[in-house]
């Protein structure tokens, strides 16, 4: 998975507090998407992201979840007040364009909150 | 609403012999599709992927068939080898206005290949 840098790999957190989760995409990507993988279950689209715009936020959560990708540095999802619910492994994805081509993944930020 | 489905958690092979994991999908305006390789603590692997316009694709020992009338996908290694043991993920992706390109993806299915 060399290219998609995500940090940090793994985050603790207690209840209520904030957690940020960095990602980077592979040189000449400019298009984000970040998934939630719960334990036994498969990858679940979150949001997709280009350069200073969120272009689907079909699969964020309503409250506490939020995403951006600022001209200048790595895309940023950020939960806050956090619950035990959001233990997972949350991935991010890049690829040169939107559609029909394949998306390369980061090696994931495994959340755990206490 | 599991649109994507691997139907089988697991399988075990030989090395030596194939391998075939397969995919089913419920909404007819998927497209694109992709199979995936995950080892634990690591991010998916693409392995390889087909459009709607085709109904094969191959790439050395893996090869993906498509039946869009069975709305079925599977994937095929041969031979297996130790080193696929992993879980294969199966994803696809809805075409039309507003397509963003977000994947779809299915359960996933633990690959064991016995030396």
């Known amino acids: 998975n060399a290219g998609v840098m995500q940090n940090p790999r793994h985050l603790v957190r207690r209840r209520g507090q904030e957690a940020r989760l960095r990602c980077s995409p592979m040189k000449g990507h400019s298009h984000v998407y970040w998934y939630r993988q719960l334990p036994e279950e498969g990858l679940k689209f979150m949001v997709y992201l280009q350069k200073e715009n969120i272009i689907d936020e079909s699969g964020m959560p309503k409250e506490r979840f939020s995403a951006e990708f600022p001209k200048e540095g790595p895309s940023i999802l950020r939960i806050q007040q956090v619950v035990r619910g959001d233990s997972a492994a949350y991935f991010c994805?890049?690829?040169?364009?939107?559609?029909?081509?394949?998306?390369?993944f980061g090696d994931g930020t495994r959340l755990s909150i206490l | 609403d599991q649109q994507v489905k691997q139907n089988s958690p697991s399988l075990s092979v030989q090395e030596g012999r194939i391998s075939i994991l397969n995919c089913d999908y419920t909404?007819?305006?998927?497209?694109?599709f992709l199979w995936y390789k995950k080892y634990p603590a690591e991010g998916p692997t693409f392995l390889i992927s087909i459009s709607s316009i085709k109904d094969k694709n191959e790439d050395g020992r893996f090869t993906v068939f498509l039946n869009k009338s069975a709305k079925h996908l599977s994937l095929h290694i041969v031979p297996s080898q130790p080193g696929d043991s992993a879980v294969y993920f199966c994803?696809?992706?809805?075409?039309?206005?507003?397509?963003?390109?977000?994947?779809?993806f299915g359960q996933g299915t633990t690959l064991q290949v016995k030396p």
């Open positions: 994803a696809a992706s809805p075409n039309g206005s507003g397509n963003t390109g977000k994947l779809i």
């Open positions: 994805a890049s690829s040169p364009s939107g559609s029909g081509q394949p998306q390369h």
């Open positions: 909404n007819s305006m998927f497209d694109y």
